[in-house]
């Protein structure tokens, strides 16, 4: 079975690095890495052991897809280029789908305590995994949000995505909640280069995403709305 590792950049200086580490521990696998930039990039990522493609916009999963669309192989693996997710920890995921697995996932939290994130980063972490489960996520898996994960490629043609900007592993997973997944702990690093993308923005827009997508958050804005509605008429008919 042949592996595309799919790299979604931004001015990512340390992508070529990665690029080398995962050739020598997937070489024993038919396998290519595909590194998605976008037109926001500053400059088109320096790799020159890698498929480079360009997509256009500005949302994560948009360059997810992109690179699955040009990829013709049978497992797909997402990971961050900026060294936060080890490479070493690819053949464990990949091994995973070839064991019958349709997703295999990364998580920082699986029996351990999250290493490498700020007490911040695991507030964060905290609340929107604890959203994307009200949303209908299993409680079973531990990082519903990692951007660290290998599946099927059909896991991926059997998706209809929306699609989410950012979060493409939370849209998968509620959108096959009966699909095979597992999970593999890994030890989260510090960014090798450049500046985090995240942001207030980014935030906000992942639960918009999150809260148009879930029939459980609109069943809860329908029944906010009508409690509001009933107040104010209460509130008009004791003015009479």
Known sequence: MKVSVIIP???EPYVGELTKRLH????????????VYGDKSSNPPLVDDARIVKCYGDSLERAILTGVTVSSSDIIVVM????SHPPEIVPQLVEKVMEGYDLAIAS??????????????RFVSWFFIKVFRFA???KNITDPISGFFAAKKEVFDNTVFKPFKWKTLAEILLKNPRIKVCEVPFTFEE?????SKASLSVGLSILYDVCVSSNRFK???II?????????????????
């Open 9 to 11: 950049v931004r001015d």
């Open 24 to 35: 020598e521990v997937l070489s024993g696998y038919d396998h290519e890495v595909i590194v």
């Open 80 to 83: 961050d280029g900026d060294g």
């Open 108 to 121: 920082r939290f699986l029996g351990q305590k999250p290493e490498g994130l700020s007490a911040f980063r």
């Open 136 to 138: 209908g996520i299993s």
């Open 191 to 195: 960014r090798k280069a450049g500046k």
């Open 219 to 221: 069943i809860l804005a």
């Open 224 to 240: 906010g709305l009508i409690a509001i509605l009933l107040i104010l008429t209460f509130h008009l008919l004791s003015l009479i």
